[in-house]
């Protein structure tokens, strides 16, 4: 009897909380998307079951942890489930990380969000972590399995190239964000502004004092999340008083919490632009926001990595 050889044959499955990303993912590979049925007991208890054989497979299991923390829950599940069922290697493909913005212990008494994250998707079963954009990238240290972290800049550096105004100052809504922005800045030979901002609370922000020049230019403010939107807005209407041109917004994850959608339309930002890590509902479209697509450059790590080449060359 001829046994099938399985070495060199991977599979990519999908949790529910961005399928299309998932099945872009898949169609860049020339796969489709794996056979596995997620449901809900009557309590609303997730369960899921592969409806194929992974036996000796590489599997890569896509799925943001946006909250709700259902979608966290339902990795953990689909990561436990390759394991039982004797994956090769399980890679935890989750293109937004959830609950990464509590990193740090800089207050008593609080919890670290992003060690727990760590602590579950490893003890689940996981071999490899595929992310992008982490909020913090030191958070790979609470890890201790290999971690491929990916950066959207690729995607974004060639939507600015390919502009043909001329080239933006990019800027930084906060001092946080001011290494991100150095990145684009060198990457596209041009000037590099901060707002220096306060922070009185969770999503309650003060934006104080822009620190370069941007009159009569163009401008590109650089972040990672936008969530209630209020940092990118608030900055964005201080570089317009500050004489700026047309104020683009390059980010990430789009989250769009609460009155988000809101605050860009009423704001001086001329467009958003965002990758489709999150997906975006019907509700939270605004003719401002333009999304791009992750899925070729989250293929391509996908490729690397099952073949045990280089990540970082990606990036060169």
Request: proline fraction near 4%; glycine fraction near 4%; hydrophobic fraction near 40%.
């Amino acid at each position: 009897m001829t046994q099938k050889n399985i070495k060199n044959e991977m599979k990519i499955f999908s949790g529910t909380a961005n399928i299309p990303l998932a099945q872009k993912i898949a169609k860049y590979l020339g796969l489709s998307l794996g056979d596995v049925a997620i449901s809900r007991f009557c309590d609303g208890e997730i369960s899921v079951k592969y409806n194929e054989n992974i036996r000796g497979i590489d599997v890569f299991i896509i799925q943001p942890t946006i909250p709700p923390s259902d979608n966290l829950i339902e990795l953990l599940l689909l990561i436990d489930a390759a394991r039982r069922a004797s994956a090769k290697r399980i890679t935890a493909v989750i293109p937004y990380f959830g609950y990464a913005r509590q990193d740090r212990k800089d207050q008593p008494r609080v919890a670290l969000s992003a060690k727990l994250m760590a602590n579950l998707i490893s003890t689940a079963g996981t071999d490899r972590i595929l992310t992008m954009d982490l909020h913090s990238p030191s958070i790979q240290g609470f890890f201790d399995i290999p971690f491929d972290h990916l950066y959207s800049l690729p995607i974004f550096v060639d939507y600015i190239i390919k502009r043909k105004n001329e080239i933006p100052v990019v800027v930084a809504p906060d001092i946080g964000s001011s290494k991100r922005a150095r990145s684009y800045a060198n990457r596209i030979n041009s000037d590099l502004a901060v707002v220096d901002k306060k922070r009185f609370g969770p999503n309650k922000i003060e934006a104080v004092t822009l620190i370069g020049e941007v009159k009569d230019r163009d401008v590109v403010l650089v972040d990672d999340i936008i969530d209630t939107a209020g940092t990118i807005c608030c900055a964005a209407d201080l570089l317009k008083k500050s004489g700026a041109k047309d104020i683009f917004s390059v980010c990430t994850h789009s989250i769009l919490s609460n009155n988000a959608i809101d605050k860009i339309e009423k704001s001086a930002l001329l467009k958003v632009i965002t990758c489709d890590t999150i997906l975006q509902i019907q509700e939270k479209k605004s003719k401002k926001i333009e999304v791009l697509t992750s899925a070729k450059l989250f293929s391509e790590a996908i490729q690397r990595i099952h073949n045990e080449e280089s990540i970082s060359s990606l990036f060169n």
